[in-house]
């Protein structure tokens, strides 16, 4: 009133030239005036409709929604995220909805949209020549998880590494391969170690022996040994022979022979037995009997238990006319017939006895000496005062001071040859037994009236238990670890470098690994790996 008016024009609901008209509604568009006054037009805003974003002054805006990160019906919301997942909308036209996309991180980098992606990603594809350059597999446990992958062995190998190549492990006594041991050692009771299980250290198990029995073959069966005299079991000796003061020997050790372990009394007593203690004797005629031989007679021992000493007796023997007259410790007084009084000096020299063929006053000239039993021989032709031509062989008769005292030729019941190198009467206790072929002595020195001390080369003999070139005729080198004659079939071959094996009783099978004397991989700082380790 009295003034000029303030007139109004909101453009958003007028119709006129600069009006919006419907051009934000027909958009689900809000238009908005924001001066309404009639002198300023044409500054209508159409806003864009939640969650969308944007507006545009008398004109339609351009509508962005990010479907990312906004809330609506359509939008990715936490999808992407619980997945541990990118999100991200390439077009964020309102209008372009249900277009989002769920990023995999690396390596996978695959997408999906508007869902969760599949990120499945074998690292082997990146890493699997790590492994596969060793002879090893390559795995992926979990194709969603980064950096898991992992090398493993290849069987009969095991083992693995996560990101990296693995440390083999082959125990060749459990596991099934060419070079694995099987049921060699089971088969005869026997146990198998591997004493390296590197899958790269192959042909090297062992079979060892069940106690008490001992011994160890590489890569064969053991040849098992048992000492009857040295442990416990149920055909040892077990003190028997300790237990009567006699000493043990077993002379075959060879686990498959048993209870043929030896008594044998202790010096000066004599004797053995098998498998029990031995009933001992003492023939004080074994020192002595040289004492009465000399003189021409007989020495006798009544009582040969050890405990019953200086009882031995030198005894007259035919032609004495009191043969059966003995002394004891000493020579005997014995008493000749005819011209031996007179002669006797001459026989009793040679350790013989006189004897008068015809003892009659009249028939002179008709004396000889004869040989004292058990010596033999013949006497000299009559009237010639000389000695018998007496013979002893201590390995062939049996006498105190013989090798066969009693209880059979100690040479001969140990496989060995008896040598007596004298056979004069005289010479008495100077027998010695020697080794048989393939058998040889272990020394130069002769023991007199004793066992031989013998030693079996089967490396070098030739002989049932011998390698008889086994080795040697493959190219291996051949070892008898033990000569003694009682060790038998326990010479080894083995392999000559650089390949490696070795076994007992048989040519070994050998195993050739090139890593063994190749530098190429470990200068790089890798693993070697010789697939093939065939010589």
Request: hydrophobic share 25%; with cysteine; glycine share 6%.
């Amino acid at each position: 009133v009295g003034d000029a008016a303030d007139c109004v024009l909101d453009e958003c609901i007028k119709t006129c030239p600069t009006c919006a008209g419907d051009a934000c509604s027909k958009e689900g568009q809000t238009c908005v005036d924001p001066n309404t006054s009639d002198k300023s037009t044409s500054d209508w805003v159409c806003t864009c409709p939640p969650p969308s974003h944007g507006s545009a002054i008398a004109n339609t805006a351009s509508c962005i929604l990010d479907e990312c990160k906004e809330t609506c019906a359509t939008c990715a919301g936490t999808t992407c995220s619980d997945a541990n997942q990118e999100c991200r909308d390439t077009n964020q036209d309102s209008k372009s909805l249900s277009d989002w996309e769920c990023i995999c991180p690396p390596p996978a980098n695959t997408t999906a949209v508007a869902m969760v992606a599949d990120c499945s990603f074998d690292e082997c594809t990146l890493h699997g020549d790590t492994c596969t350059n060793v002879g090893q597999t390559c795995e992926d446990p979990g194709p969603l998880v980064e950096n898991d992958w992992l090398c493993k062995c290849v069987d009969p190998s095991v083992g693995s590494k996560v990101g990296n190549v693995a440390e083999c492990v082959l125990d060749e006594c459990v596991k099934t391969c060419p070079t694995c041991a099987g049921t060699t050692c089971s088969a005869v009771g026997q146990t198998c170690l591997d004493a390296d299980t590197s899958a790269n250290s192959t042909g090297d198990w062992n079979c060892t022996c069940a106690s008490p029995e001992s011994g160890t073959a590489l890569v064969s069966a053991a040849h098992c040994t048992i000492d009857e005299c040295a442990v416990t079991c149920a055909t040892c000796s077990n003190g028997a022979c300790t237990g009567a003061m006699q000493t043990c020997h077993d002379p075959d050790k060879s686990a498959s022979n048993r209870t043929n372990w030896v008594c044998t009394c202790v010096p000066p007593a004599y004797d053995f037995a098998v498998a029990q203690a031995a009933t001992c004797v003492y023939n004080e005629c074994h020192e002595h009997e040289k004492d009465c031989h000399q003189v021409g007679q007989i020495c006798v021992d009544p009582n040969t238990d050890p405990l019953s000493v200086n009882d031995w007796q030198c005894e007259c023997v035919p032609p004495a006319t009191n043969a059966g007259t003995s002394n004891t410790g000493g020579p005997a007084m014995c008493d000749y017939p005819g011209e031996c009084p007179m002669h006797e000096a001459t026989c009793l020299a040679a350790g013989q006895t006189c004897d008068d063929l015809d003892p009659t006053p009249s028939s002179t000239g008709d004396w000889v000496c004869e040989c004292v039993p058990p010596a033999t021989g013949y006497p000299t032709n009559t009237q010639q005062a000389g000695v018998a031509n007496c013979t002893l062989n201590e390995c062939e008769i049996q006498c105190a001071t013989c090798a066969d005292s009693g209880s059979g030729n100690l040479c001969l019941l140990n496989g060995q040859n008896c040598v007596d190198p004298d056979t004069n009467p005289l010479a008495l206790g100077d027998w010695y037994c020697e080794c048989v072929d393939p058998q040889t002595p272990k020394t130069m020195t002769v023991a007199t009236a004793a066992l031989a001390d013998c030693e079996l080369l089967e490396c070098d003999k030739t002989c049932s238990t011998c390698s008889n070139g086994a080795c040697t005729g493959v190219g291996q080198t051949c070892q008898d670890p033990d000569t003694d004659i009682s060790s038998t079939n326990d010479w080894i071959c083995t392999c000559v470098p650089p390949a490696v094996g070795s076994a007992t009783g048989k040519a070994a099978e050998c195993v050739c690994d090139e890593c063994l004397t190749s530098t190429t991989c470990t200068d790089a700082g890798q693993t070697c790996y010789d697939a093939d380790k065939t010589c």
